[in-house]
């Protein structure tokens, strides 16, 4: 089956397909025409869907998507500026989290949802690891402050940067700065070598965050656990990480404990207008 099909009889000729095609694989030779494909059209598409997803008519199918297959788009669901404002506002690092843990079907979802992020050149590279076990997080958190230790030793100067000697402070104190007993933690890692693994990770665990503070869960990133997990090779182990990946991204994961009912100040943007 060919990658790409065009039925002439739904096709209005409107051209959009070829506007939104992002390699410019579709082609017209006069606006009266259906479409074409370009003869290396399969060695350049990025299989993103754009142009079975855009088609009004549903005229354009690849061989792996159909328009009957995209989910299409319900108006009663789309936000008003001021709802995602007020969303998008209210979303908070959550460091303080309930015991219970987060049902498997949620996770699952946070996973769908954060799939569906952009990704360079449309590669979703993403790979993840779930920690669902509340005490194989508690665990990587020790394996972490085994890795601060070394630091704090070995590199004073980057251990004061960042702020190590409290984070092991606070542990000989009881308090774990790494993972904030949360009860899952969530890491999304990818071939070492994709040049843009830290932007697709850190924009997939983005939205993965979002869906998540609108599902009522708690979310905060892992600086120290990602970090640690891609220089300290007893920890990328104990992660069962495959090598040749790294780690993108970490992420907390659990209920909240408290809400917040007002929106902290943030810097206005510092811009130079051209
Ligand atoms: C890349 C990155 C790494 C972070 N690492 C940690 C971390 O290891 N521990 C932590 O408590 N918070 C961590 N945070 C959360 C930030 O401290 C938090 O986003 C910031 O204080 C702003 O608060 P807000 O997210 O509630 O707006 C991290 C955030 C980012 C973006």
């Given at each position: 089956m060919p990658l790409f099909t065009i039925d002439p009889d739904k096709?209005?000729?409107?051209?959009i397909c070829v506007s939104e095609c992002p390699s410019r694989v579709i082609l017209t030779e006069s606006p009266k025409d259906v479409p074409i494909f370009a003869p290396d059209a399969e060695e350049h598409?990025?299989?993103?869907g754009h142009c079975v997803s855009v088609c009004p008519e549903g005229a354009l199918s690849l061989s792996w998507l159909k328009p009957d297959e995209c989910p299409s788009l319900d108006p009663k669901l789309l936000l008003t500026p001021d709802q995602a404002e007020q969303f998008l506002a209210f979303r908070r690092s959550i460091r303080t989290f309930r015991k219970k843990p987060v049902e498997r079907d949620k996770l699952e979802k946070l996973l769908e949802i954060a799939c569906g992020a952009p990704s360079a050149k449309n590669a979703q590279p993403w790979h993840w690891l779930v920690v669902e076990d509340a005490a194989q997080v508690r665990h990587l958190a020790g394996i972490v402050m085994d890795w601060v230790r070394m630091i704090i030793r070995d590199r004073p100067e980057v251990a004061e940067q960042m702020k190590l000697p409290r984070v092991l402070e606070a542990w000989e104190n009881?308090?774990?700065?790494?993972?904030?007993?949360?009860p899952h933690v969530i890491v999304v890692h990818g071939?070492?070598?994709?040049?843009?693994g830290s932007e697709d990770g850190a924009l997939a665990l983005s939205h993965l965050d979002l869906y998540a503070s609108a599902m009522g869960l708690g979310t905060c990133w892992g600086g120290y656990l990602y970090t640690a997990a891609n220089n300290y090779p007893p920890l990328f182990e104990a992660m069962g990480l495959p090598s040749g990946h790294r780690a993108y991204g970490a992420m907390m994961v659990g209920y909240p404990k408290f809400k917040y009912p007002r929106i902290p100040r943030r810097n206005p943007p510092r811009v130079v207008w051209a």
């Open positions: 096709c209005n000729r409107d051209g598409c990025l299989q993103c009881g308090d774990e700065r790494i993972c904030r007993g949360a071939d070492k070598d994709w040049p843009f």
